[in-house]
T-cell receptor, first 113, second 111 residues
Framework: DQQVKQNSPSLSVQEGRISILNCDYTNSMFDYFLWYKKYPAEGPTFLISISSIKDKNEDGRFTVFLNKSAKHLSLHIVPSQPGDSAVYFCAARFNNAGNMLTFGGGTRLMVKP | DTAVSQTPKYLVTQMGNDKSIKCEQNLGHDTMYWYKQDSKKFLKIMFSYNNKELIINETVPNRFSPKSPDKAHLNLHINSLELGDSAVYFC??????????FGQGTRLTVV
């Protein structure tokens, strides 16, 4: 039973446009959410996070939005660049579980020049 | 000066063998982890370990065991390897409450 889901396995966007990656979760006990970016043959790299007490966190071109009532979060990348092409994983955790992360299945983002 | 490093990067071995994957972090983090990425690309937690507590994902077979000689190392031992153990294994570390930093992964192929 997947507690964190990314329903879009892939997304294609034109360079300069906005990329929106979505993530849904089922466990209301999650209190912290993260996005990771992964290139082939490399480990996931931390991108941005958000606490459950917030609804938005911004870092440069990356913004994460959290809608707790809908159990939904999204990652916005503006403007998208070809170097953003990678697999993006949404992850969630609750602090009484040793900070272990529960990951979604990933979304492959392709940014076309 | 890689933050989280694992060796080997690739490991091919026969069914029934026992193997180890090493992991080291130089970030001074308190907690280390092992994750498994299966053929469907899902990343799943296997273990979380600090000097006080080992948390095991209940779905992990007891053929898998983490061993930590010190705070900077968490090695993964696998006994009696099976075909289904073929996957990419990622080591990670974090401070309490911090985001996790991952190693580059070890691709294990059991033949």
């Amino acid at each position: 039973d997947q507690q964190v889901k990314q329903n879009s396995p892939s997304l294609s966007v034109q360079e300069g446009r906005i990329s929106i990656l979505n993530c849904d979760y089922t466990n209301s006990m999650f209190d912290y959410f993260l996005w990771y970016k992964k290139y082939p043959a490399e480990g996931p790299t931390f991108l941005i996070s958000i606490s459950s007490i917030k609804d938005k966190n911004e870092d440069g071109r990356f913004t994460v939005f959290l809608n707790k009532s809908a159990k939904h979060l999204s990652l916005h990348i503006v403007p998208s660049q070809p170097g953003d092409s990678a697999v993006y994983f949404c992850a969630a955790r609750f602090n009484n579980a040793g900070n272990m992360l529960t990951f979604g299945g990933g979304t492959r983002l392709m940014v076309k020049p | 000066d890689t933050a989280v490093s694992q060796t080997p990067k690739y490991l091919v071995t026969q069914m029934g063998n026992d193997k180890s994957i090493k992991c080291e972090q130089n970030l001074g983090h308190d907690t280390m982890y092992w994750y498994k990425q299966d053929s469907k690309k899902f990343l799943k937690i296997m273990f979380s370990y600090n000097n006080k507590e080992l948390i095991i994902n209940e779905t992990v077979p007891n053929r898998f065991s983490p061993k930590s000689p010190d705070k900077a190392h968490l090695n993964l031992h696998i006994n009696s390897l099976e075909l289904g153990d073929s996957a990419v294994y990622f080591c990670a570390s974090s401070d309490l409450g911090g985001s996790a930093f991952f190693g580059q992964g070890t691709r294990l192929t059991v033949v």
